[in-house]
């Protein structure tokens, strides 16, 4: 079974979101919006395929990290959720919440072995 298939998003903490948005924008050429951009491209094995990563700027008293410490989250695309997740228990990893399903994908939280809060997303 695969596991990981790539990276979905990046997402930080800081003191302004908003400026920091304008500032990638002014600065790197990112095009954002409030919530930051999403950058999107083809599958090397299927170029008919689009995919897409997400690059996302949280302030820093969101809550949206927790039970996490770290300033910031990593978001990796993966092929079967559900599998994944019941592979994940038998080994004892911390599941932070339920799979949850949206019109674009199903997420769901756990953390690495140094509280690292990750997101793992099977887009739609």
């Not at 038998?90 to 809060?117: A, Q, R, S």
């Amino acid at each position: 079974m695969k596991k990981v298939t790539g990276m979905g998003g990046v997402f930080f903490k800081c003191d302004d979101p908003q400026s920091m948005n304008k500032w990638y924008a002014k600065k790197l050429g990112m095009t954002t919006n409030e919530y930051g951009t999403t950058f999107e491209w083809r599958h090397a094995d299927d170029p008919s395929i689009k995919g897409s990563t997400a690059w996302c700027t949280f302030p820093q008293d969101t809550k949206y990290f927790n039970p996490s410490t770290k300033p910031f989250m990593i978001n990796y695309r993966v092929d079967n959720i559900v599998a994944l997740v019941n592979e994940l228990k038998k080994d004892d990893v911390t599941i932070i919440d339920e799979i949850v399903e949206y019109d674009y994908g199903k997420f769901i939280h756990i953390l690495d072995p140094e509280g690292n809060i990750i997101e793992l997303w099977e887009p739609s």
